[in-house]
């Protein structure tokens, strides 16, 4: 199994630029989510989803759009880059979705550059 | 809204213990997990708790918990340089939001 891959693994954008940010898992895993991880601010929620065809918002899902239109796939959607954007990017899945004990799996991450 | 709240940095003497603390936000949390990141990589699940149970223990690590005042530990016994990394308190929303803190970074001394 690849487990959690991410593709770019590093990404410079021009403020404005729109860019997708691909994220796969290969363990039929329901649950996904993206984070985005800053300096002094920790890991924080942007979207996750609970299974194909459900999405939901996390604490900072603003300037970000996702869909999951398969189990495996969950990308991330940047309409129109801004430097505030800058950061390291994780996505993770798990295997149980509903309340109960969540184990997630994280990829080795994007980091995205907005000049 | 609140944060899950950690204080940033801690620096311990090698062979002594490491005690990280962790203020979370829901009372109805169902799980409450500590992550550990090493340099220039994703996170790794280390342990976790079940928010009915107040302690539980896996080799050197004691996770702590109070319900009652929201707060979370993790004691890392005997710590080595190996256990250098930061480490992140998440909890579990009844509407299967998992939030983070902002991490500890935990500094080995020698």
């Known amino acids: 199994n690849a487990g959690v891959t991410q593709t770019p693994k590093f990404q410079v954008l021009k403020t404005g630029q729109s860019m997708t940010l691909q994220c796969a898992q290969d363990?039929?895993?329901?649950?996904m989510s993206w984070y985005r991880q800053d300096p002094g601010m920790g890991l924080r929620l942007i979207h996750y989803s609970v299974g194909a065809g459900i999405t939901d918002q996390g604490e900072v899902p603003n300037g970000y759009n996702v869909s999951r239109s398969t189990t495996e796939d969950f990308p991330l959607r940047l309409l129109s880059a801004a430097p505030s954007q800058t950061s390291v990017y994780f996505c993770a899945s798990s295997y149980q979705p509903t309340s109960g004990f969540n184990e997630q799996f994280f990829g080795p991450g994007t980091r995205l550059t907005v000049l | 809204g609140e944060d899950v709240e950690q204080s940033l940095f801690l620096s311990v003497r090698e062979g002594d213990s490491s005690v990280i603390n962790c203020t979370y936000t829901?009372?109805?949390?169902?799980?409450l997990y500590w992550y550990k990141q090493e340099p220039g990589a994703g996170l790794q699940l280390l342990t976790y708790i079940f928010s009915n149970m107040d302690m539980k223990q896996d080799q050197r690590l004691t996770v702590l918990l109070n319900k009652k005042d929201k707060h979370l530990s993790l004691r890392i016994a005997d710590t080595q340089t190996g256990d250098s990394a930061i480490y992140f308190c998440a909890e579990h929303h009844p509407d299967d939001k998992i939030i983070f803190g902002k991490g500890t970074r935990l500094h080995i001394l020698p």
């Open positions: 363990m039929n895993h329901e649950y």
């Open positions: 829901d009372s109805s949390s169902t799980y």
